[in-house]
C-alpha cells in the first residue's frame, strides 16, 4: 500500500509541475500574434478600457477572432503593440494594471483612452525642456527620493540615489521648481524627479497638466469564459492524474495471492 501511495504521488508531481510552470511563467501569446508579429507596430503604453457598451471585449485575432476576455471601462490594460487590419487599427492587450492577464487578445485602439505618460507630458511640454547636467542633493539625513511618471503625476515611487545616476532633461514648473528626467537607472525607466524638492511626496500643486481622460460610465460585462481555462487545465490535469492511480491500484490488486 505504501509503495502504490508513493508511485501516486510520484505521477501527481510529474504531472502538475510542468503544468503550474507553464501557467506562472510563460508569456502567453495569441497564435495571430505569432504569425503576424513582423507586421505589428510596436507601442508600449497604458490605456484605460473605454469600450461604447461600458466595456471591451479581447478577441484571440482582430476582427474575425473568437472573445478571450472582458474588461470593465476604466481598466488599466497594457497595449504592447497595434495591427492595422482593413483600414481599422487594433490594440495587442497583455497585462492589466495590478492582475495579469490569463489570455492576451486584440481590440480597437478606437475603444481605449490613453493613461497620461511621460510621453505625452513631453509632446505638450518638450519645448521648454532643456539640457540638465547637474546631480541631486537630498536634505541632510534622507537617503530616498520620490520619482514621478511626469510632473505633476500621482503615479510616485521612492528609490535611492547612488552612482550612475544620471539625467537628461529638465522642465520648470509653473510654482517655479525644477525636475529632471531619469532615462535610466537601477532597473527605473523614465522617470522625473524633482530637483527641488526631491523628498517631498507632494512637491507639484500644478502643472498645467490634465490627466484623466474622459471615459465612459462602466457596465458589467458578460461572463466570460476566458478566465476559466486556467482552472480547467488543472481539472483535466487532475483527472489524468486520479485514472492513472486507478489503474495502478488495480494492477497492484490483482498481483496480490
Partial sequence: MKRFLSITLLLLCCFLLPAGADIAYEQPQTAFYKNHRKDCSTLERWYYANG?????SLLDAPKTGGITAYYENGEQLFIACTYTYEGTEWGYVTERKGAAVETPGWA???????????IAFQEKFGAAFTPYTGDLQLPEGETTAYYWSYPGSDQKGTFVPGEGLTFTSSYLDPQGLTWAFIPYYRGLRNVWVC????????PAQNTGVSSEPDIIPPSIPPTSTASGIPWLAVFLVAGVVL????????CFRQKKP
Fill in 52 to 56: 461604447e457598451n461600458g466595456y471591451i
Fill in 108 to 118: 480597437p485602439m478606437a475603444s481605449f483612452r490613453l493613461v497620461y505618460d511621460y
Fill in 195 to 202: 530637483i527641488d524638492k526631491p523628498c517631498d511626496a507632494a
Fill in 243 to 250: 485514472g492513472s492511480a486507478v489503474l495502478l491500484f488495480l
